[in-house]
Protein backbone atom coordinates (compact mmCIF):
# COMPACT_ATOMS: atom_id res chain seq x y z
CA UNK A 1 0.00 0.00 0.00
CA UNK A 2 1.26 3.35 -0.66
CA UNK A 3 1.64 6.61 1.26
CA UNK A 4 -2.14 8.33 0.05
CA UNK A 5 -3.47 4.61 1.21
CA UNK A 6 -2.06 4.63 4.93
CA UNK A 7 -3.20 8.46 5.17
CA UNK A 8 -6.40 6.99 4.70
CA UNK A 9 -6.23 4.29 7.42
CA UNK A 10 -7.13 6.37 10.11
CA UNK A 11 -10.55 7.09 9.14
CA UNK A 12 -11.34 3.31 8.04
CA UNK A 13 -9.92 2.14 11.38
CA UNK A 14 -12.33 4.82 13.45
CA UNK A 15 -15.70 3.34 11.42
CA UNK A 16 -14.26 0.31 12.11
CA UNK A 17 -13.77 0.72 15.69
CA UNK A 18 -17.65 1.78 15.95
CA UNK A 19 -18.81 -1.52 14.85
CA UNK A 20 -18.89 -1.02 10.56
CA UNK A 21 -17.28 -2.34 7.47
CA UNK A 22 -15.26 0.41 5.64
CA UNK A 23 -13.06 -0.28 2.36
CA UNK A 24 -10.99 1.32 -0.29
CA UNK A 25 -13.10 0.52 -3.51
CA UNK A 26 -13.29 2.34 -7.03
CA UNK A 27 -10.15 4.01 -8.78
CA UNK A 28 -8.00 3.97 -6.15
CA UNK A 29 -7.82 0.14 -5.83
CA UNK A 30 -7.48 0.07 -9.50
CA UNK A 31 -4.75 2.69 -9.70
CA UNK A 32 -2.88 0.93 -7.01
CA UNK A 33 -2.76 -2.36 -8.74
CA UNK A 34 -1.60 -0.74 -11.86
CA UNK A 35 0.96 1.04 -9.92
CA UNK A 36 -0.25 4.39 -11.57
CA UNK A 37 -0.21 7.85 -9.70
CA UNK A 38 -3.60 7.62 -7.73
CA UNK A 39 -6.37 9.97 -7.86
CA UNK A 40 -8.78 10.39 -4.96
CA UNK A 41 -8.79 7.55 -2.42
CA UNK A 42 -12.99 6.58 -2.32
CA UNK A 43 -14.37 5.09 1.01
CA UNK A 44 -17.31 2.59 0.58
CA UNK A 45 -18.74 1.62 4.42
CA UNK A 46 -21.84 0.27 5.75
CA UNK A 47 -22.40 3.01 8.52
CA UNK A 48 -24.75 5.70 7.00
CA UNK A 49 -23.87 9.23 6.04
CA UNK A 50 -26.16 10.48 9.40
CA UNK A 51 -23.29 7.88 11.20
CA UNK A 52 -20.35 9.25 9.73
CA UNK A 53 -21.38 13.08 10.23
CA UNK A 54 -21.74 12.18 13.68
CA UNK A 55 -18.32 10.10 14.32
CA UNK A 56 -15.75 12.56 12.49
CA UNK A 57 -15.29 16.03 13.32
CA UNK A 58 -15.05 17.80 9.88
CA UNK A 59 -17.10 16.16 7.71
CA UNK A 60 -19.12 18.06 4.30
CA UNK A 61 -22.36 17.18 3.22
CA UNK A 62 -22.22 16.95 -0.61
CA UNK A 63 -24.58 14.27 -1.38
CA UNK A 64 -26.19 12.89 1.27
CA UNK A 65 -29.17 11.77 -0.36
CA UNK A 66 -26.72 9.28 -2.34
CA UNK A 67 -24.98 8.63 0.47
CA UNK A 68 -21.57 10.78 0.20
CA UNK A 69 -20.04 12.90 2.56
CA UNK A 70 -16.39 14.24 2.26
CA UNK A 71 -14.39 13.33 5.49
CA UNK A 72 -11.58 15.88 6.50
CA UNK A 73 -8.32 13.89 7.85
CA UNK A 74 -5.21 15.63 7.91
CA UNK A 75 -5.89 18.51 5.37
CA UNK A 76 -6.94 15.21 3.35
CA UNK A 77 -10.67 14.98 1.47
CA UNK A 78 -12.14 11.79 1.32
CA UNK A 79 -15.18 10.66 -0.11
CA UNK A 80 -16.66 8.43 1.79
CA UNK A 81 -19.84 6.65 0.28
CA UNK A 82 -22.59 4.32 2.09
CA UNK A 83 -23.01 0.84 0.35
CA UNK A 84 -26.17 1.46 -1.96
CA UNK A 85 -28.21 0.09 -4.99
CA UNK A 86 -29.23 2.91 -7.55
CA UNK A 87 -32.63 3.26 -8.70
CA UNK A 88 -33.51 4.52 -12.02
CA UNK A 89 -31.69 6.84 -13.81
CA UNK A 90 -34.56 9.55 -15.11
CA UNK A 91 -33.14 12.03 -15.17
CA UNK A 92 -29.50 10.87 -16.98
CA UNK A 93 -27.57 12.14 -13.72
CA UNK A 94 -28.64 10.62 -10.46
CA UNK A 95 -30.12 7.50 -10.16
CA UNK A 96 -34.00 8.72 -8.56
CA UNK A 97 -33.44 6.67 -5.12
CA UNK A 98 -30.63 4.65 -3.74
CA UNK A 99 -30.90 2.16 -1.20
CA UNK A 100 -28.50 2.01 1.69
CA UNK A 101 -27.61 -1.60 2.15
CA UNK A 102 -24.94 -3.20 4.83
CA UNK A 103 -23.22 -5.62 2.08
CA UNK A 104 -20.74 -4.02 -0.15
CA UNK A 105 -21.58 -7.04 -2.71
CA UNK A 106 -24.76 -5.12 -4.18
CA UNK A 107 -22.85 -1.98 -4.08
CA UNK A 108 -19.65 -3.32 -5.95
CA UNK A 109 -22.88 -4.51 -8.34
CA UNK A 110 -24.12 -0.77 -9.51
CA UNK A 111 -20.53 -0.04 -10.63
CA UNK A 112 -20.06 0.70 -14.24
CA UNK A 113 -16.39 -1.55 -15.05
CA UNK A 114 -14.95 -4.70 -13.49
CA UNK A 115 -11.70 -2.64 -13.16
CA UNK A 116 -13.63 -0.03 -11.28
CA UNK A 117 -15.59 -2.71 -8.93
CA UNK A 118 -12.47 -3.88 -6.70
CA UNK A 119 -12.69 -3.05 -2.81
CA UNK A 120 -9.82 -3.13 -0.54
CA UNK A 121 -9.66 -3.69 3.06
CA UNK A 122 -7.10 -2.11 5.36
CA UNK A 123 -5.17 -5.23 5.21
CA UNK A 124 -4.95 -5.05 1.50
CA UNK A 125 -7.15 -7.50 0.67
CA UNK A 126 -9.44 -7.61 -2.25
CA UNK A 127 -12.55 -7.64 -2.74
CA UNK A 128 -13.07 -8.90 -6.68
CA UNK A 129 -16.23 -10.28 -7.68
CA UNK A 130 -16.36 -9.74 -11.08
CA UNK A 131 -12.58 -10.99 -12.30
CA UNK A 132 -11.74 -7.54 -12.62
CA UNK A 133 -7.94 -8.35 -11.53
CA UNK A 134 -7.99 -10.46 -14.51
CA UNK A 135 -9.36 -7.28 -16.75
CA UNK A 136 -6.18 -5.64 -15.45
CA UNK A 137 -4.14 -8.18 -16.60
CA UNK A 138 -5.44 -8.59 -20.16
CA UNK A 139 -5.68 -4.84 -20.12
CA UNK A 140 -9.73 -4.93 -20.72
CA UNK A 141 -12.83 -2.23 -20.15
CA UNK A 142 -15.73 -4.71 -19.72
CA UNK A 143 -19.02 -3.73 -17.92
CA UNK A 144 -20.43 -5.06 -14.74
CA UNK A 145 -23.30 -7.38 -16.02
CA UNK A 146 -24.94 -6.37 -19.43
CA UNK A 147 -23.64 -3.70 -21.11
CA UNK A 148 -27.07 -3.06 -22.95
CA UNK A 149 -28.71 -2.51 -19.53
CA UNK A 150 -25.95 -0.68 -17.86
CA UNK A 151 -25.37 1.33 -21.14
CA UNK A 152 -29.22 1.98 -20.92
CA UNK A 153 -29.27 2.75 -17.58
CA UNK A 154 -26.55 5.39 -17.13
CA UNK A 155 -25.36 6.18 -20.87
CA UNK A 156 -22.40 8.02 -19.73
CA UNK A 157 -20.43 4.91 -18.80
CA UNK A 158 -20.47 4.58 -22.91
CA UNK A 159 -18.18 7.99 -22.88
CA UNK A 160 -16.32 6.51 -19.59
CA UNK A 161 -15.31 3.54 -21.19
CA UNK A 162 -13.82 5.67 -23.68
CA UNK A 163 -12.17 7.77 -21.03
CA UNK A 164 -10.92 4.95 -19.51
CA UNK A 165 -8.94 3.43 -22.51
CA UNK A 166 -7.50 6.93 -23.33
CA UNK A 167 -6.09 7.16 -19.65
CA UNK A 168 -5.12 3.29 -19.41
CA UNK A 169 -4.62 2.36 -22.88
CA UNK A 170 -6.80 -1.18 -22.17
CA UNK A 171 -8.70 -2.25 -25.23
CA UNK A 172 -12.74 -2.37 -24.89
CA UNK A 173 -14.18 -5.62 -24.49
CA UNK A 174 -15.54 -6.96 -27.86
CA UNK A 175 -19.34 -7.72 -26.45
CA UNK A 176 -19.15 -4.30 -24.02
CA UNK A 177 -18.40 -2.35 -27.38
CA UNK A 178 -21.26 -3.96 -29.50
CA UNK A 179 -23.01 -2.49 -26.22
CA UNK A 180 -22.01 0.54 -26.95
CA UNK A 181 -22.94 0.32 -30.84
CA UNK A 182 -26.30 -0.59 -30.13
CA UNK A 183 -26.99 2.16 -27.40
CA UNK A 184 -25.08 4.66 -28.08
CA UNK A 185 -28.04 7.30 -29.82
CA UNK A 186 -29.03 7.52 -25.12
CA UNK A 187 -26.26 9.90 -24.97
CA UNK A 188 -27.81 12.61 -26.74
CA UNK A 189 -30.33 12.80 -23.71
CA UNK A 190 -27.29 13.03 -21.31
CA UNK A 191 -26.64 16.40 -19.47
CA UNK A 192 -23.87 18.16 -20.89
CA UNK A 193 -21.72 18.83 -18.20
CA UNK A 194 -21.35 15.24 -17.08
CA UNK A 195 -19.52 14.60 -20.89
CA UNK A 196 -17.51 17.90 -20.71
CA UNK A 197 -15.94 16.41 -17.49
CA UNK A 198 -15.02 12.82 -18.85
CA UNK A 199 -14.25 14.25 -22.48
CA UNK A 200 -11.45 16.40 -19.90
CA UNK A 201 -10.18 13.14 -18.90
CA UNK A 202 -10.54 11.85 -22.23
CA UNK A 203 -8.43 14.51 -23.71
CA UNK A 204 -5.87 14.47 -20.92
CA UNK A 205 -5.52 10.41 -21.26
CA UNK A 206 -2.04 9.43 -21.75
CA UNK A 207 -2.94 7.15 -24.53
CA UNK A 208 -5.12 9.59 -26.07
CA UNK A 209 -4.88 8.20 -30.08
CA UNK A 210 -6.27 5.10 -28.42
CA UNK A 211 -9.12 6.87 -27.39
CA UNK A 212 -9.69 9.35 -30.19
CA UNK A 213 -9.14 5.83 -32.56
CA UNK A 214 -12.46 4.37 -30.13
CA UNK A 215 -14.26 7.66 -31.04
CA UNK A 216 -14.19 7.34 -34.51
CA UNK A 217 -14.87 3.49 -34.43
CA UNK A 218 -17.82 4.18 -32.17
CA UNK A 219 -19.32 7.15 -34.01
CA UNK A 220 -20.24 8.38 -30.33
CA UNK A 221 -19.28 11.64 -31.52
CA UNK A 222 -22.01 11.82 -33.90
CA UNK A 223 -24.17 12.07 -31.09
CA UNK A 224 -22.72 14.88 -29.35
CA UNK A 225 -23.42 18.58 -29.59
CA UNK A 226 -20.69 20.40 -32.53
CA UNK A 227 -19.37 17.32 -33.43
CA UNK A 228 -22.82 15.66 -34.97
CA UNK A 229 -22.93 18.73 -37.32
CA UNK A 230 -19.25 18.94 -37.85
CA UNK A 231 -18.35 15.13 -38.23
CA UNK A 232 -15.17 16.02 -39.88
CA UNK A 233 -13.31 17.90 -36.70
CA UNK A 234 -12.57 14.30 -35.46
CA UNK A 235 -11.24 13.29 -38.65
CA UNK A 236 -9.02 16.25 -38.99
CA UNK A 237 -7.25 15.98 -35.72
CA UNK A 238 -3.56 15.49 -36.14
CA UNK A 239 -1.51 12.52 -36.04
CA UNK A 240 0.80 13.92 -33.38
CA UNK A 241 -2.05 14.33 -31.48
CA UNK A 242 -0.65 14.99 -27.65
CA UNK A 243 -2.67 14.96 -23.88
CA UNK A 244 -4.03 18.17 -23.22
CA UNK A 245 -4.26 19.34 -19.68
CA UNK A 246 -7.87 21.23 -19.54
CA UNK A 247 -10.51 21.75 -21.96
CA UNK A 248 -9.74 25.15 -22.76
CA UNK A 249 -6.80 23.93 -24.40
CA UNK A 250 -9.68 21.03 -25.98
CA UNK A 251 -11.39 23.72 -27.62
CA UNK A 252 -8.64 25.97 -28.61
CA UNK A 253 -7.48 22.98 -30.89
CA UNK A 254 -11.27 22.39 -31.71
CA UNK A 255 -11.45 25.91 -32.84
CA UNK A 256 -8.36 26.21 -34.68
CA UNK A 257 -9.07 22.70 -36.80
CA UNK A 258 -12.82 24.34 -37.23
CA UNK A 259 -12.45 27.97 -37.54
CA UNK A 260 -16.56 28.16 -38.07
CA UNK A 261 -17.08 26.76 -34.89
CA UNK A 262 -16.30 29.81 -32.12
CA UNK A 263 -14.67 29.58 -29.23
CA UNK A 264 -17.79 30.87 -28.02
CA UNK A 265 -20.13 28.32 -29.23
CA UNK A 266 -18.29 25.61 -27.52
CA UNK A 267 -18.46 27.17 -24.51
CA UNK A 268 -22.04 27.68 -25.12
CA UNK A 269 -23.17 23.78 -26.42
CA UNK A 270 -20.28 22.27 -23.96
CA UNK A 271 -21.64 24.27 -20.77
CA UNK A 272 -17.96 25.27 -19.89
CA UNK A 273 -16.86 27.87 -17.33
CA UNK A 274 -16.06 31.42 -17.88
CA UNK A 275 -12.51 30.69 -16.74
CA UNK A 276 -12.10 27.59 -19.60
CA UNK A 277 -13.61 30.37 -22.14
CA UNK A 278 -10.57 33.01 -20.83
CA UNK A 279 -8.43 30.26 -21.36
CA UNK A 280 -9.49 29.15 -24.99
CA UNK A 281 -9.69 33.01 -26.22
CA UNK A 282 -6.18 33.27 -24.81
CA UNK A 283 -4.55 30.15 -26.40
CA UNK A 284 -6.88 30.65 -29.38
CA UNK A 285 -5.45 34.42 -29.46
CA UNK A 286 -1.68 33.40 -29.26
CA UNK A 287 -1.90 30.30 -31.61
CA UNK A 288 -3.51 32.64 -34.37
CA UNK A 289 -0.51 34.94 -34.02
CA UNK A 290 2.20 32.13 -33.82
CA UNK A 291 1.34 30.93 -37.21
CA UNK A 292 1.61 34.42 -38.54
CA UNK A 293 4.90 35.52 -37.18
CA UNK A 294 6.16 32.34 -34.84
CA UNK A 295 6.97 33.29 -31.52
CA UNK A 296 7.06 36.93 -30.29
CA UNK A 297 7.00 39.00 -27.50
CA UNK A 298 3.27 40.41 -28.20
CA UNK A 299 1.37 37.34 -28.13
CA UNK A 300 3.87 36.35 -24.80
CA UNK A 301 3.10 39.20 -22.98
CA UNK A 302 -0.86 38.56 -23.54
CA UNK A 303 -0.86 35.49 -22.66
CA UNK A 304 -1.20 34.45 -18.69
CA UNK A 305 1.69 32.54 -17.31
CA UNK A 306 -0.81 29.87 -16.40
CA UNK A 307 -1.08 28.77 -19.78
CA UNK A 308 2.41 28.92 -21.16
CA UNK A 309 2.21 24.93 -20.77
CA UNK A 310 -1.29 24.74 -23.09
CA UNK A 311 0.38 27.20 -25.56
CA UNK A 312 3.59 24.97 -25.76
CA UNK A 313 1.30 21.63 -26.25
CA UNK A 314 -0.90 22.93 -28.63
CA UNK A 315 1.78 24.59 -31.00
CA UNK A 316 3.63 21.15 -31.01
CA UNK A 317 0.64 19.46 -31.87
CA UNK A 318 0.53 21.68 -34.87
CA UNK A 319 4.29 22.02 -35.43
CA UNK A 320 5.56 17.84 -34.27
CA UNK A 321 8.71 18.99 -36.70
CA UNK A 322 9.83 22.86 -34.99
CA UNK A 323 8.99 21.54 -31.16
CA UNK A 324 9.79 23.98 -28.88
CA UNK A 325 9.35 24.26 -25.25
CA UNK A 326 7.89 25.85 -21.85
CA UNK A 327 11.51 27.41 -21.00
CA UNK A 328 12.05 29.23 -24.55
CA UNK A 329 8.19 30.80 -23.47
CA UNK A 330 9.41 32.16 -20.04
CA UNK A 331 12.58 33.27 -21.86
CA UNK A 332 10.74 35.73 -23.57
CA UNK A 333 8.82 36.24 -20.97
CA UNK A 334 12.32 37.49 -18.89
CA UNK A 335 13.07 39.56 -21.77
CA UNK A 336 9.75 41.86 -22.06
CA UNK A 337 10.46 45.50 -21.41
CA UNK A 338 7.25 46.03 -19.33
CA UNK A 339 5.14 43.48 -17.39
CA UNK A 340 1.94 45.58 -17.71
CA UNK A 341 0.27 48.52 -19.25
CA UNK A 342 0.86 50.54 -15.53
CA UNK A 343 4.63 50.02 -15.87
CA UNK A 344 4.13 51.98 -19.48
CA UNK A 345 6.33 55.89 -18.84
CA UNK A 346 3.44 58.05 -19.98
CA UNK A 347 -0.13 57.33 -18.75
CA UNK A 348 -3.43 59.13 -20.51
CA UNK A 349 -2.90 62.28 -18.71
CA UNK A 350 0.29 62.77 -20.35
CA UNK A 351 -1.00 62.07 -23.74
CA UNK A 352 -4.22 64.60 -22.79
CA UNK A 353 -1.14 66.75 -21.78
CA UNK A 354 0.44 66.32 -25.22
CA UNK A 355 -2.48 67.38 -27.50
CA UNK A 356 -4.16 70.16 -25.30
CA UNK A 357 -6.51 70.76 -28.03
CA UNK A 358 -8.14 67.83 -28.57
CA UNK A 359 -11.33 66.53 -26.91
CA UNK A 360 -10.70 63.02 -24.78
CA UNK A 361 -12.10 60.11 -27.17
CA UNK A 362 -11.48 56.66 -28.17
CA UNK A 363 -8.01 58.38 -29.67
CA UNK A 364 -6.62 58.04 -26.37
CA UNK A 365 -7.42 54.10 -25.61
CA UNK A 366 -6.16 53.47 -29.52
CA UNK A 367 -2.91 55.86 -28.90
CA UNK A 368 -2.01 54.28 -25.78
CA UNK A 369 -2.45 50.63 -27.17
CA UNK A 370 -0.19 51.52 -30.04
CA UNK A 371 2.10 53.01 -27.58
CA UNK A 372 2.12 49.56 -25.37
CA UNK A 373 2.55 47.40 -28.53
CA UNK A 374 5.78 49.13 -29.38
CA UNK A 375 6.86 49.29 -26.27
CA UNK A 376 6.48 45.63 -25.55
CA UNK A 377 7.64 44.46 -29.05
CA UNK A 378 10.90 46.14 -28.57
CA UNK A 379 10.48 49.11 -31.14
CA UNK A 380 10.12 51.84 -28.77
CA UNK A 381 11.73 52.57 -25.70
CA UNK A 382 10.05 53.04 -22.74
CA UNK A 383 11.24 56.39 -21.28
CA UNK A 384 9.02 59.45 -21.39
CA UNK A 385 11.06 61.41 -23.90
CA UNK A 386 11.39 58.42 -26.55
CA UNK A 387 7.71 58.36 -26.42
CA UNK A 388 6.75 61.55 -27.03
CA UNK A 389 9.04 61.92 -29.43
CA UNK A 390 7.19 58.45 -31.05
CA UNK A 391 3.98 60.11 -30.86
CA UNK A 392 5.27 63.28 -32.83
CA UNK A 393 5.83 61.33 -35.97
CA UNK A 394 2.71 59.03 -35.41
CA UNK A 395 -0.11 61.48 -33.69
CA UNK A 396 -3.39 59.44 -33.04
CA UNK A 397 -6.32 59.75 -35.50
CA UNK A 398 -9.11 62.30 -34.06
CA UNK A 399 -12.44 60.60 -33.65
P1 LIG B 1 -10.50 8.84 -11.52
O1 LIG B 1 -9.18 8.32 -11.16
O2 LIG B 1 -10.50 9.59 -12.80
O3 LIG B 1 -11.21 9.58 -10.41
P2 LIG B 1 -12.44 6.80 -10.94
O4 LIG B 1 -12.55 5.37 -11.38
O5 LIG B 1 -12.19 7.06 -9.50
O6 LIG B 1 -11.37 7.51 -11.84
P3 LIG B 1 -14.79 8.39 -10.62
O7 LIG B 1 -15.56 9.11 -11.66
O8 LIG B 1 -14.07 9.17 -9.58
O9 LIG B 1 -13.76 7.47 -11.42
O10 LIG B 1 -15.77 7.35 -9.93
C1 LIG B 1 -15.41 6.61 -8.78
C2 LIG B 1 -16.00 5.20 -8.85
O11 LIG B 1 -17.44 5.27 -8.85
C3 LIG B 1 -15.64 4.44 -10.13
O12 LIG B 1 -14.42 3.75 -10.00
C4 LIG B 1 -16.83 3.51 -10.28
O13 LIG B 1 -16.69 2.39 -9.42
C5 LIG B 1 -17.99 4.33 -9.75
N1 LIG B 1 -18.70 5.11 -10.81
C6 LIG B 1 -18.48 6.37 -11.17
N2 LIG B 1 -19.33 6.77 -12.11
C7 LIG B 1 -20.13 5.73 -12.37
C8 LIG B 1 -21.24 5.50 -13.24
N3 LIG B 1 -21.68 6.45 -14.07
N4 LIG B 1 -21.83 4.30 -13.21
C9 LIG B 1 -21.40 3.34 -12.37
N5 LIG B 1 -20.38 3.47 -11.53
C10 LIG B 1 -19.74 4.66 -11.53
MG1 LIG C 1 -12.15 9.03 -8.54
Known amino acids: MTEAFLMAMPVINQIENQGHQAFYVGGCVRDLLLDRPIGDIDIATSASPAFIQQIF ?39 DSVEFIDQIDKDLERRDFTINALAMNKDGVI ?69 TNEFTKLFAGEYLPIGIAYLKD ?21 NALKPLHSF ?36 VNALEQYKRDGLN ?14 LNRLINIFNPNEPITVDALEQ ?26 RQKGRWLQISINQI ?13 YDIKEWIQWSPPETN
Open 57 to 95: SKVIPVGIEHGTVIVRHHHQSYEVTTFRIDGDYTDQRHP
Open 127 to 195: TDLFDGQGDLQAKLIRTVGDGYERFTEDPLRMIRALRFTSQLGFTIHRQTLTDIKKVKPAIEGLAIERI
Open 218 to 238: TEIYKHLPIFADFPEIICSLP
Open 248 to 283: GEVIALLHVIEPRVSVAQWIKEWKCSNKTKQEAAQL
Open 297 to 310: QWMIYQLSESYYGG
Open 332 to 357: IAHRLPIQSKQELAINGNDLINLFPN
Open 372 to 384: EKEVVSGRLKNTK
